[in-house]
């Protein structure tokens, strides 16, 4: 199995709450991959959701459908067949950009159905590692810790700047030492 983004980024539940969807974090024009064979079920826009694509597949005797949002560019189309790691389109999500809907920031929104019905994510990638041989999502290249490190701060002050409700949960003393790490990287760029 391939993970839809060039490299391996943390799945975290969407900030509803729903397992079944992820935001991934990605640059707006990173590339978007089909994460196994499968075929093109539904290209088109979406209200929230802006550029959409769905995706179905099949492991075992199950259907999956993986939908990817925000995106600025699709490059398949309505009942193409895809190969694994096949590029479908580029991520998006930049506020005001065609494609964006409703989001806030640069992403790669995901969901998954299992048959029809809201299927957790993280399962939805363990259980594809297992039944797949190529098994490319453990072989994929690790990225530094560093960088990881540097995600997830930036990822944590993009959410602590879109939900200021965390914010609000946090000690001054965490929000000092953050503000204090995000300054450090900031040096560093």
């Known amino acids: 199995m391939t993970f839809p983004l ?24 990173s590339n978007v991959y089909s994460v196994l064979d499968g075929k093109v079920i539904k290209v088109g826009k979406g209200d929230s959701c ?14 999956y459908k993986l939908t990817y949002c925000h995106l600025n560019e699709i490059v398949v189309s309505n009942g193409q067949k895809v190969k694994e790691s096949q590029l479908v389109g580029k991520s998006g999500g930049e506020p ?4 964006a809907g409703n989001s806030r920031g640069p992403h ?3 969901t998954v159905k299992k048959n029809n019905h809201p299927f957790p994510i993280k399962e939805f990638f363990e259980l594809s590692e297992n039944s797949n041989p190529k ?35 946090l000690s001054a003393r965490s929000t000092t030492k953050l503000q204090e790490q995000i300054q450090r990287i900031k040096n560093l760029m």
Not at 96 to 99: A, N, R, T
Not at 152 to 159: A, E, R, V
């Open 6 to 29: 060039d490299r391996r980024v943390e799945i975290n539940p969407h900030h509803d709450g729903s397992e079944a969807a992820a935001d991934l974090r990605a640059n707006a024009g």
């Open 50 to 63: 802006g550029n959409t694509l769905v995706i179905e597949y099949q492991i075992n005797s199950d259907t």
């Open 96 to 99: 005001g950009h065609p494609g």
């Open 108 to 110: 790669l929104h995901v």
């Open 135 to 169: 098994n490319d999502v453990q072989n994929k290249p690790e990225e530094k810790k560093e960088t990881g490190v540097l995600d997830k701060l930036i990822g944590t002050y993009i959410d602590l700047v879109k939900y200021p409700a965390m914010a609000a949960g």
